[in-house]
């Protein structure tokens, strides 16, 4: 099993910047992608950025495109979220998860379907 714990989260301001951080237990994989997702009160979750472990090939949701930045660090098993410019639209649980990316897959891991471990979430307001 594979735990994972974001944390980050808080109340910003419109305009303003937040990190998050998701540490993951045990080995992370040169085949795993770690994936942030997001769910706004009332609505579906939603896949926001991607990156692989391995070669560090990213994606993004085009909502956040130029704005959110995801990183990894794989000697401390931690992916990131930076978040600039924060818009009131932002305001979710945002949640780490990892799954298998077979390949240089990047692209098509979006659907929550293709992610096998979930953190437990960690909030973000954006107060406009």
Not at 42 to 54: M, N, T
Not at 91 to 115: E, Q
Request: charged share 15%; with cysteine.
């Amino acid at each position: 099993q594979v735990q994972l714990v974001e944390s980050g989260g808080g109340l910003v301001q419109a305009g303003g910047s937040l990190r998050l951080s998701c540490v993951a237990s045990g080995r992370t994989f040169n085949n795993y992608v770690m994936g942030w997702f997001r769910q706004a009160p009332g609505k579906e979750r939603e896949f926001v950025a991607a990156i692989r472990w391995s070669g560090g090939r990213t994606n993004y949701a085009d909502s956040v495109k130029g704005r959110f930045t995801i990183s990894r660090d794989n000697a401390k098993n931690t992916v990131y979220l930076q978040m600039n410019s924060l818009k009131a639209g932002d305001t979710a649980v945002y949640s780490c998860a990892a799954g298998v990316g077979l390949g240089n897959a990047i692209v098509t891991m979006t659907g929550i379907h293709k992610y096998d471990y979930w953190g437990q979430g960690t909030q973000v307001i954006v107060s406009s």
